[in-house]
Nanobody, 126 residues
């Protein structure tokens, strides 16, 4: 069973930056895709970014050029560096993971992920 714990959320002014972390435990030697999703109040959960075991990366158009997903060399922690934050980025951000082939394509739907963290709140003030 994979456990995911997010951290790093908070309150920031528009134009500022935050770095979210997703610490994983209980992983097997399988290959995984780890994704970040967000859910604003009253909205559906939406894809933000994901990274596969082979290092391939996918971003939502709304965050391209502002957000960067990365991981540590042990592949235990996945990060989401968020720059040039906008009020519309305000949401609860979730880390998610699923097993996948090493060279898999992207998984954009939250329904395609098997493991979820508890979420961390990001509030961007104008």
């Amino acid at each position: 069973q994979v456990q995911l714990v997010e951290s790093g959320g908070g309150l920031v002014q528009a134009g500022g930056s935050l770095r979210l972390s997703c610490a994983a435990s209980g992983r097997s030697s399988s290959n995984y895709v780890v994704g970040w999703f967000r859910q604003a109040s009253g909205q559906e959960r939406e894809f933000v970014a994901a990274m596969g075991s082979a290092g391939w990366i996918w971003y939502a158009d709304s965050v391209k050029g502002r957000f960067t997903i990365s991981r540590d060399t042990a592949k235990i922690t996945v990060y989401l560096q968020m720059n040039s934050l906008k009020p519309e980025d305000t949401a609860v951000y979730y880390c998610a993971a699923r097993t996948a082939p090493l060279y898999s394509g992207a998984y954009y739907s939250p329904n395609e992920y098997h493991y979820w963290g508890q979420g961390t709140k990001v509030t961007v003030s104008s």
